[in-house]
Every structure is written in structure tokens, then in C-alpha cells.
């Protein structure tokens, strides 16, 4: 059941945080491949960083001994999947999951940020 109330309150949006072992790399990757903004470090040496790229955004935090999960960290809707797609493939990008059209209505694929953290990218299909 609903907490009374609940229903009135909006959520904004939402920035998933991802562990990494090396926070520059990530950077690097982040910026270099999707084409991210560093917005925010905190930090001597830096352990935390802020990315933004339009609406999505992504907190990364160093953790030195960061092992990755075998499930998606974050999901994130582009405006042209198969342009993302065939730039991760030119870029050398660890593809997890290749391109398909979905059961539940999204053209997706996964890949690999440089520490395993597995990546969900998807746009709704025609």
C-alpha cells in the first residue's frame, strides 16, 4: 500500500553512482568516448566527479578495490542508438550485449566502461 502522501511528491531526476578504481581513466573514458562533461571533482587526490551530458548525469567515485557486478549499473535512452553503437565499436569499447530490437519495445545493447561496470543504452523501437 501507498504511503498517504507519496502520490503528491515528484521525483527529478536521477544520477546512478559508479564505482571505479581509477577516477581519471573513467574520466578519460566517460568524456573521451560518450562525449561527457565534467562538472564537479572533490577531492586530494580527486575521489569524486560529477558528468553531465544533456539530462543524464553520472557520479563517479573512486574505490580502489572496485570489482564489477554482472548486472547493469545504469540504463540510459539516447536519441540514435546505432550511432552510439557504432562509435563504441570504433572506439574499441567492450560490447556486452550487441544491438537488437527488444521484446519490451527498445533497440539496446550493454557494454563495458574501462572497470566492468556494464552500461544499458537504449531508444525506444519503431
Avoid: W
Avoid at 540504463?75 to 546505432?82: K, L, P, T
Avoid at 565499436?89 to 556486452?96: D, F, L
Wanted: include cysteine.
Amino acid at each position: 500500500m501507498v504511503e498517504p502522501g507519496i502520490a503528491d511528491i515528484t521525483f527529478g531526476r536521477a544520477a546512478p553512482g559508479i564505482s571505479v578504481r581509477d577516477i581519471h581513466a573513467a574520466h578519460d573514458f566517460y568524456v573521451g568516448v560518450l562525449g561527457f562533461e565534467k562538472v564537479f571533482e572533490n577531492g586530494s587526490p580527486v575521489g569524486f566527479m560529477v558528468l553531465k551530458k544533456g539530462r543524464a548525469e553520472i557520479h563517479l567515485s573512486r574505490t580502489p578495490g572496485h570489482k564489477p557486478s554482472t548486472t547493469n549499473v545504469m540504463h540510459i535512452y539516447v536519441s540514435d542508438v546505432a550511432a552510439l553503437y557504432a562509435i563504441c565499436e570504433s572506439k574499441g569499447v567492450r560490447i556486452i550485449k550487441r544491438l537488437a530490437d527488444k521484446d519490451y519495445g527498445q533497440r539496446a545493447f550493454v557494454f563495458a566502461d574501462p572497470d566492468g561496470n556494464r552500461i544499458d543504452v537504449g531508444e525506444p523501437s519503431n
